[in-house]
Nanobody
Framework: QVQLVESGGGLVQAGGSLRLSCAAS????????MGWFRQAPGKEREFAAA????????SYNDSVKGRFTISRDFAKNTVYLQMNNLKPEDTAVYYC????????????WGQGTQVTVSS
């Protein structure tokens, strides 16, 4: 089993920054990639960013490109999402997820952390 625990959410003013962390434990040896997703009230969950664990290659939703940065720390088995220049429309619950293979789904999810951006 894989456990993912997010932290770092909170309330911030527009233009501010937050860094989310996701600590992974358990059977993570077959990890291919980790990602961040978000779900705003009344909306469907959407992809925000992802990183391939071994190569470090990253991908972003256009709505966060240039403002968010995903990174990982091998030693801490943790993935981060640095969020700068936050906007009220970034308000959402942010979820960390893990996929074990390139073509498979994100099969492991964290409990989510709330990010609220005030205008």
């Amino acid at each position: 089993q894989v456990q993912l625990v997010e932290s770092g959410g909170g309330l911030v003013q527009a233009g501010g920054s937050l860094r989310l962390s996701c600590a992974a434990s358990g059977r993570t040896f077959s990890r291919y990639a980790m990602g961040w997703f978000r779900q705003a009230p009344g909306k469907e969950r959407e992809f925000a960013a992802a990183i391939i664990w071994t190569s470090g290659s990253t991908s972003y939703n256009d709505s966060v490109k240039g403002r968010f940065t995903i990174s990982r720390d091998f030693a801490k088995n943790t993935v981060y999402l640095q969020m700068n220049n936050l906007k009220p429309e970034d308000t959402a619950v942010y979820y960390c997820a893990l996929k074990s293979t390139r073509t498979g789904p994100y099969g492991n999810w964290g409990q989510g952390t709330q990010v609220t951006v005030s205008s």
